[in-house]
């Protein structure tokens, strides 16, 4: 065994891991298979849920009227549990969208699916947060009151430059 061998442990190699390299799969062929795989388990869904309704029919025939009826009521219950809290979160979340409405705002969201209600909500208060303020020139000597918004400043700045800025700079500090 060589000296550098025995101290060091394995000898250092400058190659890079061929198994890192072969782990990469072309997307195409991911997606070849992630196909495969909810198609199989979408397959298999439905052949359980055939076992099951066959398994009841046979349990049925046989007279085991009890152990189908026990099962069903089981299930009942859970699917009765779970309708109980998404009604719960229905209304919680309803409410917590109708407070950020105005009055008038919440006829408009009468009944509404919830999905519904939280669009109109997004869309109202983002239109709301998207208006900046206005900048308006008290009246003065001019005898009127000027307003510009911000898209007005912003085209006088493109088309005019900085003699935009110097015409309107009482409007602009809202002095005038």
Same mark, same amino acid.
């Given at each position: #065994? !060589?000296?550098?061998?025995? /101290?060091?442990? %394995? $000898? ?11 782990? #990469?799969?072309?997307?195409? +062929? ?5 196909? +495969?795989? /909810? ?7 439905? #052949?359980?849920?055939? @076992?099951?309704? =066959?398994? !009841? ?25 779970? %309708? ?18 105005? !009055?008038?705002? *919440?006829?408009?969201? !009468? ?7 939280? =669009?109109?909500?997004? +869309? ?7 208006? $900046? ?5 008290? $009246? ?9 918004? $911000?898209? =007005? ?9 900085? *003699?935009?800025? @110097? ?10």
């Amino acid at each position: #065994m !060589d000296e550098t061998t025995a /101290k060091q442990g %394995a $000898p250092v190699t400058d190659q890079r891991d061929t198994a890192a390299d072969s782990i #990469m799969i072309p997307k195409a +062929r991911f997606d070849e298979i992630n196909e +495969r795989r /909810k198609a199989a388990e979408a397959e298999l869904q439905s #052949m359980l849920a055939e @076992k099951k309704a =066959q398994e !009841d029919t046979e349990a049925a025939k046989r007279g085991e009227f009890d152990s189908v009826l026990g099962r069903l009521k089981q299930e009942l219950a859970t699917a009765t549990e779970k %309708a109980g809290q998404w009604d719960v979160y229905q209304a919680d979340r309803r409410e917590a969208l109708l407070s950020k409405l105005t !009055d008038d705002d *919440k006829g408009l969201a !009468d009944g509404l699916s919830l999905i519904k209600l939280e =669009q109109l909500v997004s +869309r109202l208060t983002s239109e709301t947060q998207k208006q $900046p303020g206005t900048v308006t020139a008290k $009246p003065g000597a001019s005898g009127g009151s000027i307003t510009l918004t $911000p898209e =007005q400043i912003r085209d006088g700045v493109r088309q005019h430059g900085l *003699k935009f800025l @110097k015409e309107n700079a009482a409007v602009l500090q809202g002095k005038t």
